[in-house]
């Protein structure tokens, strides 16, 4: 699939574009959508989801470049994903946003979380392996200590701690970036 010419196809409202998509980004979207609800809703909601997901992508092609389809496809996947979870039951759902700051920290008013997301994933790349992974597999899939644990063949008080320090670099990093500020 050539992403960039399906895009543009799916800006014409072209259905066979949509259906491409579709057809290579359901697996994606649905791991994610399964990752984000733990098991906590049925294989029918997660069909919905991900059904949703895709009606999203295809009301909101003008917002759309070829370079960040699949993130794209994951923020609205995560969000549709939460959304039904807190039909679902009422629970509490953090961002990895969220997540890594203390209560005593908070984020300046002014500031754009688009660019507060991509300094993040700078961040989280640049602490390198296996912690990056780490972060990713427990904020963004939503994955368990003990699962990463078992798929990175590590113990699981190993995961667990590499996690807590790599939310503390990132802090560091957000803090030196100049994203964080102290409350007084």
């Known amino acids: 699939m050539n992403v ?3 895009i543009e196809q799916l ?3 072209n259905d066979s574009a949509l259906e491409e998509i579709i057809q290579a980004y359901t ?3 649905s791991t994610i959508v399964y990752n984000v609800s733990r098991g906590a809703i049925s294989t029918e909601d ?3 989801v991900c059904a949703d997901v895709f009606i999203t992508l295809w009301k909101n092609t003008d917002n759309i470049k070829p370079d ?3 993130g794209y496809l994951a923020v609205i996947a995560k969000s549709r994903a939460k959304d039904k979870l807190r039909t679902k039951k009422n629970i509490n759902i953090t961002d990895i946003e969220d997540a890594e700051l203390s209560d005593e920290y908070s984020l300046a008013d002014d500031l754009d979380n688009s660019e507060l997301s991509r300094e993040l ?4 790349s640049d602490l390198g392996e296996p912690d990056s992974e780490i972060v990713i597999r427990y904020y963004y899939y939503y994955q368990t200590s ?3 644990s078992e798929i990175l063949n590590m113990n699981a008080d190993t995961v667990k701690t590499k996690l807590r320090r790599a939310k503390g670099k990132l802090r560091t990093m957000l803090e030196e970036r100049g994203y964080i500020y102290e409350n007084k």
């Open 4 to 6: 960039k010419e399906t």
């Open 11 to 13: 800006k014409q409202h």
């Open 27 to 29: 697996p994606y979207i």
């Open 46 to 48: 997660i069909e919905e």
């Open 68 to 70: 960040t389809l699949k």
């Open 121 to 124: 994933r700078s961040c989280v």
């Open 146 to 148: 003990k699962k990463i």
